[in-house]
């Protein structure tokens, strides 16, 4: 993963930013003190071009930790112009949603995100509701302006679209993307709404 952000990185010197939407950077590593300066660093420069995201993601979301360690602490004064979304996991909507609420919590009260990105998303109507409580609650926490992502991974019905800012409809690589056609009713909405 590290490897594959540090490629992304080095791409955006090569592309012009009138081009690009955007830039989504999962930090699922440690914040070691060379990768502050050969990853982060390079990320949040690209912020001042580009709107960049960096999905926070301590101990797969489960960071309870505060005040942070001052490797976290370090990391998130270094991504200092991206918007920083907390990562928690919903288990397709199986996990316990008060353990969702309470890691989306932590996030705003100890790290000062931006937002949330809820992974392992469900696509089944029957979970809308659980999304939907989970929506609520980040608006609680982080008011109107929060931006909360969610992630199937693929593609989901259009009611996801109420209980979410942003919806991943894809994940796999780029040589796939290119023949990746999306839900017709994802053209009724912004592209904005889907990464």
Avoid at 29 to 57: C, D, R
Avoid at 70 to 89: F, S
Wanted: hydrophobic share 35%.
């Amino acid at each position: 993963m590290l490897l594959r952000s540090i490629v992304l990185v080095s791409l955006l010197a090569m592309v012009e930013a009138s081009h690009l939407m955007g830039l989504v950077y999962p930090l699922y590593v440690y914040p070691s003190a060379s990768g502050l300066k050969s990853v982060y660093q390079p990320v949040n420069n690209a912020s001042f071009t580009i709107p960049t995201w960096v999905i926070v993601n301590p101990d797969n979301g489960n960071q309870n930790q505060c005040p942070l360690n001052t490797d976290w602490q370090e990391a998130l004064k270094t991504l200092n112009h991206t918007l920083n979304i907390g990562y928690v996991y919903s288990s397709y909507g199986k996990r316990d949603i008060s353990d969702v609420e309470a890691d989306i919590k932590n996030y705003y009260q100890c790290w000062g995100v931006q937002g949330i990105f809820i992974d392992e998303a469900s696509t089944s109507s029957s979970d809308v509701p659980y999304y939907t409580q989970l929506y609520s609650y980040i608006k609680s926490l982080g008011g109107s302006s929060t931006t909360v992502w969610i992630n199937p991974g693929t593609t989901t019905i259009q009611a996801y679209v109420n209980c979410s800012d942003v919806i991943v409809t894809y994940e796999d690589n780029y040589e796939n993307w290119v023949n990746y056609n999306p839900s017709s009713w994802c053209a009724n909405y912004p592209t904005t709404r889907f990464a």
